[in-house]
């Protein structure tokens, strides 16, 4: 059967903040988080850098494109209606999946001025017998798309949450449904993708950044496996893999898909997944493109192989 390819980029933080957004939205986080972008981050994140990113993913045409959250930076309305026209230019929301990360719900907010903005890139193809939603995401999570035979599985892990923290939680709800899917969609023959903005098994991120409910969705994903996990949040190349009742699963994330330059962080890129069934398992050839900052070109930076 013929392969199919799939994009994965995250941690989008797009820049710059537009002028008097925060003024305009006033919450103490969001003036902290306006601050230090002003301060720091708007050095190291460079729109330009995703865009770069953008063109070389729209160049290698995959089937389809996973964006795992954290594409704005202090959820400010003008925040989210600059990153929908940003999205619009990159790709059908039919093409690219989205999952939210903490950023995008940096504070509290309403639906309507924050991620309804960005609704169509959130939205699944099959009826998800239990799902949650609320008045800052009204969309039901998790959603599913099918694509041939690959499902792609949206969680959200985006809560609110106090100062200098950046933790996240999927709750009791989405883990439940999560759980059926994983089980039904292995029966049913799919390749089961599921992407999730923070780290998914404890122990990947500090305490204050971590996934809270990360010992549960372990014991999800060992009990009923999943092809692949994809993820971003910390900002890192990583690759951990857990065994399952039906095989590994492997846990990947990406760098932030802007950060043109830092200390503590590798430079932008994505990851290129082509995915195909072999001999009963499912096969993943990976490989990672990374922006060059003496180029400024997207070029292939590595390649491996993951089986099941
Ligand atoms: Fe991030
Ligand atoms: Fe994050």
Redo the contacts with the bound molecule.
């Keep these: 059967m013929s392969e199919f390819t799939l994009a994965h980029l995250?941690?989008l933080?797009l820049g710059p903040l537009p002028a008097g957004a925060v003024r305009r939205n006033f919450a103490l986080k969001r003036t902290i988080g306006a601050f230090n972008w002003r301060l720091n981050r708007h050095r190291v994140h460079s729109t330009a850098v995703a865009s770069a990113i953008a063109a070389d993913i729209v160049a290698a045409a995959p089937d389809h494109v996973a964006l795992t959250?954290?594409i704005v930076n202090v959820a400010a309305h003008d925040e989210f209606t600059a990153a929908a026209l940003w999205l619009k230019s990159f790709g059908d929301p039919s093409w690219i999946s989205f999952v939210p990360?903490?950023?995008d719900t940096y504070v509290r907010m309403d639906w309507q001025h924050g991620l309804s903005h960005l609704a169509d890139y959130m939205l699944g193809d099959m009826k998800v017998a239990l799902a949650q939603s609320g008045p800052q995401i009204a969309t039901p999570f998790p959603y599913v798309r099918l694509r041939r035979n690959v499902a792609l599985i949206g969680v959200s892990t985006a809560v609110p949450q106090p100062l200098h923290r950046a933790a996240g939680l999927l709750g009791a709800t989405q883990l439940e449904s999560l759980s059926f899917l994983l089980s039904d969609l292995r029966e049913r023959g799919y390749a089961r993708i599921v992407m999730i903005h923070h780290p998914p098994l404890p122990g990947l991120a500090k305490p204050r950044k971590a996934l809270i409910d990360a010992p549960q969705l372990r014991e999800v994903l060992e009990a009923q496996g999943a092809e692949l996990v994809l993820h971003?949040?910390n900002?890192e190349h990583m690759l951990n893999t857990l065994p399952s009742r039906f095989g590994a699963v492997h846990v990947l994330g990406v760098p932030?898909a802007s950060l043109i330059e830092s200390q503590h962080h590798p430079v932008a890129a994505w990851n290129h997944y082509r995915i195909q069934r072999q001999g009963g398992k499912w096969l993943t050839e990976v490989s990672v493109r990374s922006f060059d900052p003496v180029s400024r070109q997207v070029r292939h930076s590595t390649q491996f192989a993951l089986s099941s």
Aim: aromatic content about 0%.
């Design positions: 995250s941690d933080h959250g954290d990360g903490n950023h971003g949040h900002h932030s």
